[in-house]
């Protein structure tokens, strides 16, 4: 599991150019499932199992798509000027080195100003490919990139950049290959664009007409020192989300994620996200509405170069899921 | 993806009554949520031209020109028929109004400009303190929008009723190389696709939305994209310029889009991240057949093509924008050849599309 995990955080794929980490999951589950198709805006459906009369079309939701920066600009002397591909957070970029779709790398520079202590607006940082003229620089306007930072193994803990949502595609993946589906039918879409606002899970769902929803995404944690006040911890099992500031769960969706890994002895946190949302906000509001819920990874420092899971988090995930899928939905 | 460049094109012509055309949108007020002067103009030009067309629910205007031939791409353009503007939010007696902006205007902007009021276009001001009377610090301050009233004098006191729509005045002229006018962000997109229409493509089937509420937040195209259920669209804007030079002679490096240096390509801004094929399909088209053209900056900001690309399944979408100074201003500048490049861009690139365009999935 961390070696896939590994794999998928290494592949570059901010918003809107997914292609490779696409390609990557096609050559994974292939051979494990029914069919597939990629659509308009690049999403990936993948069908495995039938519906029976009693089963239900379960759509299972995770992101290729990270954040990452667009080039602007490059200047006569071959910096290059950037703006953003979803929550980059100006505090991040310090130090950072970003590598770009053909495999290009540079690294983060900032204008002087301000104190030691303050951090400049994206506008005031370039990217620096070493290079002196414009002619040199081997990116042009519109050309994107995403952090470049090495995965770290520390045991339980596992760390990357792309954490979020890699770690939902690795659990998305593990179930198509080896889920039982029951009467149900599973419908894993792999979607683009969540990062800068939930765009292909909304044309996904549109064509999908899920009975149930469900998104595989990471939210954020209370465990760190002086964190804001949330319930949820790394390692204490994957988190079912009750709200956030995108979605209210549908209750009954709540209520059988809960009641499932109750009976399976499945560890599990309840979620209630302040700031933030998954495709599932998507997902609900698609067509004439879709009940919908989302299973939670927690991951410390989201949206940073160096994203932080708990694998025994991602084992339960898979098994909750696994339960969820393969038996009689009663909602 | 390789093009070849057809020897027969001929890049359609701007002609007088073009620019005519352009100049009766301009002058038209069409605040968002009141398109009714807009839709007036298009509806009469365009009547001849289409095979069919309708008014939907919330306004829009759409129609279809069929190309020859069965099955071929069908091919939605968009182009926002309102402007930002004012509505009156309450009578204060005397001729005196009090007012909301509508869009996105700068309240910096607003102060002494002429604008027009209601059905019967009654002419008024924005008003505020003459410099005589203003102290140093009120100078250097911008004034608020609950500060200002619209001052229409006291002969049309109790004439207006808040909720009623008011937009700027300034009237449409041509200048050297250069177009002014209010609100050519979008009428110059409005007057893009009637010129294309005068000259349709013929290897697609064009579905066109003249849309409503734009600049309140895409709201017309959303619903109309849902409707012509379209293989793809373009939407034609006009995006802002900040291509002056700068004061210490530094490099502008966050100028948007340069006025005079052709139709701005989008590949990514605030709503929409371009379908990647369309892109290199316009570029390629733009380098083969020598127009001009320039990639918008990315960065913030929003066309229809936004809420265009996420209806249904999923629509692959782009924006062409004519590149404009001072845009949602009582003033705005575009030049008339970039007018003409975006014409001619659209046209060819629309002659090159077939059903093998959007072969494959979406990847650069």
Redesign the interface.
Same mark, same amino acid.
């Given at each position: 599991m961390k070696s896939l995990i590994k794999a998928l955080t290494e592949i570059t794929g901010p918003s809107g150019y997914e292609e490779k980490i696409r390609d990557f999951i096609i050559d994974q589950i292939k051979d494990h499932v029914d069919n597939f198709e990629v659509d308009a805006l690049g999403n990936l459906i993948v069908r495995k199992g039938n519906k029976a009369s009693n089963g239900k079309v379960i759509m299972l939701a995770a992101h290729l798509d990270e954040i990452g920066i667009m080039i602007t600009h490059v200047d006569a002397n071959g910096f290059a000027r950037f703006s953003t591909l979803g929550g980059v957070y100006p505090r991040n970029m310090a130090g950072g080195r970003v590598r770009f779709l053909n495999g290009d790398s540079g690294i983060i520079g900032m204008e002087p100003g301000g104190t030691i202590k303050s951090v400049p607006d994206i506008a005031k940082m370039y990217v620096d490919f070493g290079v002196t003229t414009k002619k040199d620089c081997p990116v042009n306007i519109g050309d994107v990139a995403c952090f470049e930072r090495t995965f770290t193994d520390l045991g339980d803990r596992i760390v990357a950049k792309a954490m979020d949502d890699r770690v939902g595609i690795a659990i998305l993946i593990e179930l198509l290959k080896n889920a039982k589906t029951g009467p149900n039918q599973i419908v894993g879409v792999f979607t683009t664009q969540e990062e800068v606002g939930t765009r292909g899970a909304a044309s996904a769902a549109f064509g999908v007409m899920p009975d149930i929803g469900i998104a595989i995404d990471v939210t954020i944690t209370g465990d760190t020192p002086n964190a804001n006040l949330m319930e949820v911890a790394l390692g204490k099992g994957p988190a079912i989300k009750i709200k956030d500031s995108g979605m209210i769960s549908d209750p009954k969706v709540v209520k059988w994620m809960v009641e499932t890994a109750t009976h399976a002895k499945i560890p599990f946190q309840r979620e209630i996200l302040a700031a933030g949302w998954t495709d599932a906000k998507a997902i609900q509001v698609s067509r004439d509405g879709v009940p919908a819920g989302c299973i939670s990874i927690p991951c410390r420092y989201v949206h940073s170069p160096s994203e932080m899971i708990d694998i025994n988090d991602v084992t339960n995930a898979i098994k909750l899921l696994s339960n969820l899928v393969s038996k009689t939905i009663s909602i | 993806m390789k093009i070849q460049k057809n020897k027969e094109w001929r890049a359609p012509r701007i002609r007088p009554k073009n620019i005519e055309l352009l100049e009766n949108l301009s002058n038209a007020v069409a605040v968002s949520g009141d398109e009714r002067a807009v839709r007036k103009i298009v509806l009469s030009k365009i009547k001849d031209l289409v095979d069919d067309f309708q008014m939907d629910a919330l306004g829009n205007i759409l129609a279809t020109k069929k190309g020859k031939g069965r099955n071929l791409p069908k091919v939605m353009l968009a182009a926002h028929m309102d402007e930002v503007g004012f509505m009156i939010s309450s009578d204060e007696g005397k001729g005196f109004y009090r007012f909301e902006i509508v869009g996105g205007i700068d309240p910096r902007q607003l102060a002494g400009k002429p604008v027009l009021v209601g059905k019967d276009r009654i002419p008024g001001v924005i008003g505020a303190k003459a410099i005589h009377l203003a102290s140093s610090r009120e100078r250097k301050n911008s004034i608020s929008v609950d500060s200002l009233r619209i001052d229409l004098g006291p002969g049309n006191s109790k004439k207006i009723q808040s909720g009623t729509w008011a937009g700027f005045a300034t009237k449409f002229s041509q200048i050297g190389p250069s177009l002014r006018g209010k609100a050519l962000d979008d009428r110059v997109g409005v007057a893009t696709i009637i010129a294309l229409l005068e000259n349709p493509p013929e290897n697609i089937d064009l579905l066109v939305a003249f849309t409503v509420q734009e600049e309140v937040g895409l709201r017309g195209a959303k619903v109309a994209a849902y409707t012509l259920a379209p293989d793809m669209a373009i939407a034609l804007d006009c995006t802002p310029s900040l291509d002056m030079p700068l004061w210490d002679g530094k @490099?502008n490096? @966050?100028?948007r889009s340069k006025i005079g240096q052709g139709p701005a390509i989008y !590949?990514?801004d605030g709503a929409t991240?371009a379908d *990647?094929r369309l892109?290199s399909l316009i570029r390629n088209v733009g380098d083969e057949y020598k127009i001009p053209y320039q !990639?918008r %900056? *990315?960065? /913030?900001g929003g066309t229809d093509a936004g809420n265009i690309? /996420? %209806? =249904?399944?999923? !629509? *692959?979408s782009i924006s062409i924008s004519v590149p404009g100074r001072y845009l949602h201003t009582a003033a705005s500048i575009i030049r008339l050849k970039d007018w003409k490049n975006t014409i001619s861009l659209l046209h060819a690139s629309l002659s090159h599309i077939n059903n093998q365009t959007?072969k494959g999935? =979406? =990847? =650069?």
């Open positions: - | @490099e490096v @966050e100028y !590949i990514g991240l *990647p892109v !990639i %900056q *990315p960065g /913030k690309h /996420k %209806q =249904r399944e999923g !629509i *692959p959007l999935d =979406r =990847r =650069r």
